[in-house]
């Protein structure tokens, strides 16, 4: 059985940073896209970034581009989200995603509280 565990959230002042990294047990990211989305109060889960496992190369949504960097670590079986310069509307509950052909695999999302 495949589980996702994100961690390193917390409360963060505005213009700080943080590192979440998603870790998978019970499988391995051996290959499609790992992903990071958000849910803010009261508002639709959105797409942060997402990283293809064979090669890195990344995808970000236009409002975090250039801010939040995704990663991987083959050895660890593990994503990062490193997130710079975070703003208020940025608190949300951030959740890890693997979609892989059999399944779609989701963490259960970590707390990020930015604030002002």
């Known amino acids: 059985q495949v589980h996702l565990v994100e961690s390193g959230g917390g409360l963060v002042q505005a213009g700080g940073s943080l590192r979440l990294p998603c870790a998978a047990s019970?499988?391995?990211?051996?290959?499609?896209?790992i992903g990071w989305y958000r849910r803010a109060p009261g508002k639709e889960r959105e797409f942060v970034a997402t990283?293809?496992?064979?090669?890195?190369?990344?995808g970000y949504s236009t409002s975090v581009k250039g801010r939040f960097t995704i990663s991987r670590d083959i050895a660890k079986n593990t994503v990062y989200l490193q997130m710079n310069n975070l703003g208020p509307e940025e608190t949300a509950i951030y959740y890890c995603?693997?979609?892989?052909?059999?399944?779609?695999?989701w963490g259960q999302g970590i707390q990020v509280t930015v604030s002002s």
């Open positions: 995603d693997w979609p892989t052909r059999s399944n779609d695999y």
């Open positions: 019970g499988g391995s990211f051996d290959s499609y896209n």
């Open positions: 990283i293809r496992w064979s090669g890195g190369s990344a």
